[in-house]
C-alpha cells in the first residue's frame, strides 16, 4: 500500500517459526526457549559483513548481550530514556597521527565539534529539553 512505513519487527514471523518448532519438539508442557543463533533476521542473513547481530538479551551469554556489554555500544535518544531494543556499535579508528591524513580531522569529526563544542571551563552546558516529568 503507498505511504505506508512499518517499522522493523526483526522478522517476526521467523521468530514464531522458530517458537513453534521448538514447541513441536519439546511437547505440550513447560517454557520453551530458542537456543542462540537459531533465528536470524532476513538482513542478518543476508549482510555479507556479519553487521548484525540478533538474539536473547534475556541470556547474557548470548552473542548480542556480549556486544551489549561493549563499552562502544550506544542507542539513539538515549537521553529520553526510552530504552529502543536496538543498539550500535560505535565505528573503530585508527588514531594513529602517523597515517596519512591521521593528523586531518575527518568530514565526521567536525561536524560533530560543530554540533558539540568542547565545554569552557565555568559554562555548563544546557540540559536537554523535552517534555515529561515525575
Ligand atoms: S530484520 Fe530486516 S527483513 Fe526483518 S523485519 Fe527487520 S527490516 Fe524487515
Known sequence: MRGVMEKCTYCVQRIEQAKIAR??????SGDIEVPDGVIKTACQQVCPAEAITFGNIKDPQSAVSRQKALDRTYTVLEFLAVKPR????????????????GDQPTALSREYLEKNPPL????????????GGH
Open 23 to 28: 514447541k513441536a519438539q519439546a511437547g505440550p
Open 120 to 131: 569552557r571551563e565555568g559554562h555548563a552546558q544546557p540540559a536537554p529539553t523535552g517534555k
Open 86 to 101: 536496538t543498539t550500535y556499535l560505535a565505528r573503530v579508528r585508527n588514531p594513529n597521527p602517523a597515517l596519512p591524513g
